[in-house]
């Protein structure tokens, strides 16, 4: 009988080695599953975080999209304005150079120069009177020059 003992307590030794063994491996286990738990909570909050992130900056750049169009608008009627105002100087400019001629014409009492510079002036001066006209009422009605509905056809080149 003490050779049938024997086994029975090596068998009961080896459960106990399995037990505590298998009592080590699920507590190793339970501690892993818990940290990868705590770390998947933290990726969702990480995560979270990104996602706010990403709209507040889809939201900064929708914000500088529109300010981007704004100001290309603006400066699209600024770039008219100034092309504008090349042209009524060029046309006013014409009609300076008529009367320089017809100074000169008179000077020299060159009575064809003097007909043919008189001739030539009025549709320039003409013009450049309308555009005259058109600074001294923007500046009367204190609206900037050129106003948004002025013609740029009105005076042509």
Do not use: H
Not at 17 to 31: E, P, Q, R, S, W
Not at 64 to 90: F, M, P, Y
Not at 106 to 132: M, Q, Y
């Amino acid at each position: 009988m003490k050779n049938n003992n024997v086994p029975a307590w090596i068998a009961m030794g080896f459960a106990v080695v399995f037990a505590a063994v298998g009592g080590v491996v699920c507590f190793t286990l339970n501690n892993q599953l818990n940290s990868m738990q705590t770390q998947v909570q933290q990726l969702q909050k990480e995560g979270e975080a990104k996602n706010k992130e990403i709209v507040e900056l889809t939201e900064k750049n929708k914000q500088l999209e529109d300010q981007s169009t704004a100001n290309v608008r603006e400066l699209s009627t600024r770039l008219e304005n100034i092309r504008r105002l090349q042209s009524n100087v060029k046309v006013v400019g014409e009609c300076l150079t008529g009367v320089v001629n017809l100074f000169d014409a008179a000077a020299r009492e060159d009575s064809a120069a003097l007909i043919v510079s008189l001739t030539s002036l009025s549709e320039p001066c003409k013009r450049a009177e309308g555009i005259l006209e058109e600074v001294e009422k923007a500046q009367t009605s204190q609206t900037p020059y050129p106003s948004e509905n002025y013609v740029p056809s009105q005076v042509s080149n």
